[in-house]
């Protein structure tokens, strides 16, 4: 006699699970679904996105991590894809397309294997071996770049803003932007750092991109705050100041009992004096500027113009730390401290209404650390995403001047690690050979894109892009213009060597990681939570 067995439930009971296979090609799926949707946006001809949040505000761009930070997706799974495209953001700023499509094909390429029934741990340990060979290999490739190569440090700068909105006048914007990021480059043990955090992007709608320019000091979106003052000052001597010239409030509730209208104006004269001795302190310290992070009292404006000193209030305290490094002045915390040896030095400081704004000009700066690009754009949608482009630019150009390692784009580079992991498999035993050679394949994907979103066959280019590898020519690549096979190094298509070991690294790990999950538990408590995990199909949040 056979007893029935209660089935015993441990999760509550609107919890949805989903197990083994149907979890694995679940969050297949949804990672291939983010990879398909930014990769039309790869390469010279790739295509860009409108993006139209709830509020309806509008993102038109190709750039990978802006697309899938706007793009609400809701899948865990889709979540992880899109922390290979911040981190590789976050480590260069570029190159966060090719990251993600590089790990939802690696995923597409797994899910061939698990169907053949081999484990998803050898498959994950399969992946990681080509990994580590890959970066060896690329290392290998990569060519030396000196940092006062300009020419070579341009091209790398036209090749991260070519396909991007910023296209129309790449050539002015790479000189502009090689300028910037030599100016404020420092050497630290025998190497070069830039910290982006010094080039300030200040965009102005309303005129061509060729009117862009570099400003050696800081462009600050503030107003002079008084209408007395001089506008324009040569020869600037600047008090930075993080402290207001008012009169403090104390802490405590105090009580002043006046009995004769004499006391009071004697109160009053007081509060004008305290006012007075700040402005005659600025003075006296040979300022003829100040930019204040706080307050500027009404009355202390008015002393301030009559004794011809430019000021302006209210200076984030990022824009602050900035004229620091570009004057070579002191942010002081006190007025009494002010003295000539703690000011910055500019050529000139200057006002000037830049589109419907005033903005103030801290420019001609001596050796300035910190300097400012000036983007302009005919609408707003356009000059964001030429700022986009300038800081891709930009995080690349870092990434040189500091790694020294340059490798060719087009997909040549791509094409040449494909073909020797293909020779590395042969040297492997086990059924890890199977998951290189899917490794191998899924480089492939690179190449692949740019011919598809060029209109050209991706058949016949890959077929003479492996013939040109194999008679050695390491930098064979697309040209996308003219469909034919090109020297990409010849031709000035330079990528930093960071971004492909940077988006090699990130995306093995996480397709590694989603391939080793075989068990999918969402909690149903949560009413924001996704009400289903699908079987088939795309998977929730996951349509434009």
């Not at 020797?420 to 290189?436: C, D, I, P, W, Y």
Request: glycine share 6%; net charge negative; proline share 3%.
């Amino acid at each position: 006699m056979t007893d029935n067995i209660q089935p015993i439930f441990i999760l509550p009971e609107d919890t949805k699970r989903t197990t083994g296979k149907d979890a694995q090609r679940n969050n297949i799926l949804a990672a291939k679904a983010v990879a398909q949707t930014v990769r039309t946006t790869l390469g010279p001809k790739g295509m860009d996105k409108m993006i139209v949040d709830s509020m309806g505000d509008v993102i038109i761009t190709n750039d990978g991590v802006t697309i899938l930070k706007e793009m609400q997706i809701e899948h865990p799974a889709a979540k992880m894809i899109i922390e290979v495209a911040k981190t590789q953001e976050g480590a260069i700023g570029d190159g966060t397309t090719t990251a993600v499509v590089l790990a939802g094909e690696l995923l597409k390429k797994a899910e061939d294997l698990l169907d053949q029934n081999i484990h998803p741990t050898v498959l994950a340990k399969g992946y990681r071996i080509a990994e580590t060979e890959a970066q060896n290999i690329l290392r290998k490739l990569s060519e030396k770049v000196s940092p006062d190569d300009k020419d070579s440090l341009r091209k790398i700068a036209i090749t991260a803003m070519t396909g991007k909105g910023a296209e129309a006048s790449k050539e002015l914007l790479a000189d502009l932007i090689v300028t910037a990021v030599k100016r404020v480059a420092i050497e630290e043990h025998n190497k070069l750092i830039v910290n982006l955090d010094d080039i300030k992007i200040e965009k102005r709608i309303g005129e061509s991109t060729s009117k862009s320019e570099l400003i050696e000091g800081i462009v600050l979106d503030k107003e002079i705050v008084h209408p007395e003052m001089p506008k324009k000052i040569i020869n600037a001597k600047i008090a930075l100041l993080d402290a207001a010239l008012e009169i403090k409030n104390t802490e405590i509730d105090a009580k002043i009992q006046i009995t004769d209208p004499m006391q009071l104006s004697s109160f009053l004269d007081q509060e004008e004096r305290t006012l007075r001795d700040m402005v005659s302190k600025v003075k006296a310290s040979g300022a003829n500027v100040l930019l204040c992070q706080k307050g500027i009292d009404d009355l202390a404006q008015h002393f301030l113009a009559k004794e011809g000193i430019l000021a302006a209030r209210r200076i984030k305290k990022s824009d602050m730390e900035k004229l620091a490094r570009a004057t070579s002045g002191k942010i002081m915390s006190t007025w009494k401290e002010l003295s000539s040896s703690e000011l910055g030095q500019a050529g000139l400081v200057r006002q000037e209404k830049v589109g419907e704004e005033d903005m103030i000009f801290v420019e001609k700066c001596k050796n300035p650390k910190a300097v400012t690009i000036l983007v302009y754009g005919g609408t707003e949608h356009v000059t964001e995403e030429i700022k986009r482009a300038v800081t891709d630019a930009l995080g690349d150009l870092a990434a040189v001047l500091h790694e020294g390692n340059v490798v060719a784009g087009a997909g040549a580079v791509e094409m040449e690690l494909a073909q020797s992991l293909r020779k590395f498999m042969a040297t492997l035993n086990g059924r890890e050979q199977l998951a290189v050679q899917a490794f191998a394949e899924a480089m492939e994907i690179i190449p692949r894109t740019l011919a598809e979103n060029a209109g050209l066959d991706p058949l016949d280019i890959l077929v003479k892009l492996r013939a040109a590898h194999d008679q050695g020519k390491k930098w064979a690549g697309i040209n996308v213009f003219s469909g034919e096979i090109m020297d990409a190094w010849n031709e000035g298509v330079l990528e930093p060597l960071k971004i492909k070991t940077q988006a090699l690294s990130s995306a093995t790990e996480v397709a590694e990681m989603i391939l080793r999950i075989d068990d999918v538990i969402m909690g149903g408590s949560n009413k924001n939570n996704m009400n289903h995990m699908p079987t088939s199909g795309m998977p929730p949040g996951m349509g434009m």
